[in-house]
């Protein structure tokens, strides 16, 4: 007659008088996972080769001091590796080229670290345009900035 059975009620006094959860020890905050396809076909060489975030620019910025050299920057310490072949769908042709513990897989973990949902906060997106960094690789107008825009909805 409009009361709950007891399991019912007991529950729900349950959540009623529940104001927070203790993670406990251990919590950690999972991390986005972006599409790794789209970053092999796409960020990588539209953005990491194209704009020579891993040599530098020859005669602009000081030799080895760039992303291939881990010891020359604070994060995104990238590898040289030959370009992932893609097909015109967009995915790698061989998972051979991006395996596990492949430059190409080390480059998309270092990538991904930098990565934000919100592309706009990223420091992928931040640094490169001037923030933080030691020159301006792209400008927030470069065509580059759609590619990080599309990986971060991916």
């Given at each position: 007659m409009g009361l709950l059975p007891?399991?019912?009620?007991?529950?729900?006094?349950?959540?009623?008088?529940?104001?927070?959860?203790?993670?406990?020890?251990?919590?950690?905050?999972?991390?986005?996972?972006?599409?790794?396809?789209?970053?092999?076909?796409?960020v990588e060489p539209e953005l990491l080769f194209a704009k020579k975030c891993g040599p530098g620019e020859p005669g602009v910025d000081p030799a080895n001091g760039c992303h291939f050299n881990s010891s020359a920057v604070s994060g995104m310490a990238l590898s040289n590796h030959t370009p992932v072949d893609c097909n015109a769908d967009g995915h790698p042709i061989s998972r051979a080229q991006i395996g596990a513990g492949s430059a190409a897989q080390g480059n998309l973990q270092a990538a991904s670290l930098?990565?934000?949902?919100?592309y706009l906060t990223a420091p992928i997106y931040l640094r490169p345009t001037g923030?933080?960094?030691?020159?301006?690789?792209?400008?927030?107008?470069?065509?580059?900035?759609?590619?990080?825009?599309?990986?971060?909805?991916?």
């Open positions: 007891l399991p019912a009620v007991a529950v729900c006094a349950g959540l009623w008088a529940c104001t927070t959860v203790d993670p406990g020890p251990n919590f950690v905050v999972p991390d986005d996972q972006f599409d790794a396809d789209y970053f092999f076909c796409h930098v990565m934000s949902r919100d923030q933080n960094h030691p020159r301006v690789i792209f400008d927030r107008t470069d065509p580059v900035v759609d590619v990080i825009r599309q990986w971060a909805q991916k």
